[in-house]
């Protein structure tokens, strides 16, 4: 028997696992301190009603024998998928088959199985600081190369996002295969407008790279100049896979919903991507279940669509909330705006978890060390606005106390 050496080049600990461990180990040497969570994106605000109902109504059916549903189709129900393609696209001037859609249980999972359709070989560019599952997944598949003694891995290409690019990552001189793209960006908050992506696009287009762009926060874009899809311009399709979720938007975090766009048009050589990534989930998923995919319907209902905008809106304000609390603080700060991330740097001389641990002592308020994140982020820390208003309102008094 052999293993897959490559898992045993990634840190022992995913990221978010080790805040637990040091968060548990705070709580039992601290049983008294009252923590407050605003590290880990995760929702906190209940379902939608219209959510609820439908998730009722879709159990009643399963238990009567005429309704019941067994094995989903596995590129997900048509009624979910026709208002997808209506609410998400049309709206907006864009036209997605409905073959084009794959209904899935959450972008994390297509965000590190989409690599199952590429080569090895493939150059892969990931922006530094970025979500970890893009890299570590990536690690997992052999495309990385070794660590170095900078903490980047050898053979990927890093587009650093730091203060004097505003964390907008240039283009790269040297030929990137597989793009990871995040807008609105985790952990930045930073959010890119039509003009920026464009040079994307056509990058990827003259040099036949996929972008693989990550669109999960789309819901919280406040501003008008900004596009929801990477579609909203001009040649994508042709050289893009957008991920789409249900979870930071509706709360379905622990519902598990979400879909992945992959153009016909989106080819290597007379290859379609569309069909290898079909063939992918035929063989390796079996589909959301059948009353989830209703709970995701019931979200583009008109009730639906208000009640996700209204706790949206919630976590927005709780973001503003933040990043208005920091500023006054003296702290440097970026996102909020189009994001539920807040990104600041650290005081000086001190590491993103010399911070992390200072913080948790002076204020038990729980945040993310922006080195979590990739190298670039070493010296940044990141705070969400998915807590409870109250809770966040109480976070910001206490950072804004403690003088650091």
Not at 366 to 373: D, E, L, N, R, W
């Amino acid at each position: 028997m052999k293993i897959n050496e490559n898992f045993l080049k990634l840190q022992s600990s995913y990221l978010f696992s080790t805040i637990g461990k040091k968060v548990g180990e705070y709580s039992a040497a601290n049983p008294k301190a009252q923590i407050i969570r605003l590290g880990i994106g995760d929702v906190t605000r209940p379902l939608p009603s219209e959510v609820i109902d439908s998730l009722h109504k879709a159990a009643d059916e399963m238990a009567n024998e005429e309704t019941f549903r067994g094995y989903p189709p596995e590129q997900g129900n048509d009624f979910l998928i026709s208002s997808i393609k209506e609410y998400d696209y049309k709206l907006r001037d864009v036209n997605i088959d409905e073959d084009e859609i794959f209904i899935s249980d959450g972008a994390k999972s297509d965000t590190g199985n989409i690599g199952d359709i590429f080569s090895q070989d493939n150059a892969v560019a990931v922006c530094d600081p970025i979500y970890p599952v893009y890299v570590d997944t990536n690690v997992m598949a052999g495309r990385s190369g070794e660590l170095t003694n900078e903490g980047k891995w050898s053979k990927f290409i890093y587009l650093d996002c730091n203060q004097e690019n505003d964390f907008f990552p240039g283009i790269p001189k040297e030929k990137a295969d597989l793009i990871y793209l995040c807008f609105p960006n985790n952990p930045t908050g930073m959010a890119a407008d039509k003009a920026y992506l464009k040079k994307w696009v056509d990058y990827a287009n003259e040099n036949s790279s996929v972008i693989l762009y990550d669109a999960a926060y789309e819901g919280f874009i406040t501003q008008d100049n900004i596009p929801h899809s990477i579609y909203e311009v001009q040649g994508a399709k042709t050289c893009a896979i957008e991920f789409r979720s249900f979870s930071k938007t509706a709360g379905f975090t622990g519902v598990r919903c979400a879909y992945t766009i992959v153009p016909k048009e989106l080819k290597c050589g007379d290859v379609s991507l569309n069909s290898l990534w079909a063939r992918r989930q035929a063989t390796k998923f079996n589909g959301v279940s059948y009353i989830t995919q209703r709970a995701a319907q019931a979200v583009y209902s008109e009730k639906g669509r208000a009640q996700v905008m209204g706790n949206i809106a919630y976590y927005q304000n709780n973001a503003k909330v933040i990043s208005e609390g920091l500023k006054e603080a003296g702290f440097k700060v970026w996102g909020a705006v189009n994001s539920p991330y807040v990104w600041f740097k650290v005081p000086q001389k001190m590491t993103s978890w010399d911070f992390f641990d200072l913080m948790l002592e002076k204020t038990q308020v729980v945040g993310t060390p922006g080195s979590g994140f990739g190298p670039a982020g070493e010296g940044y820390f990141r705070l969400t606005g998915f807590g409870s208003s109250a809770k966040t309102l109480e976070a910001v008094d206490r950072i804004k106390n403690a003088r650091f």
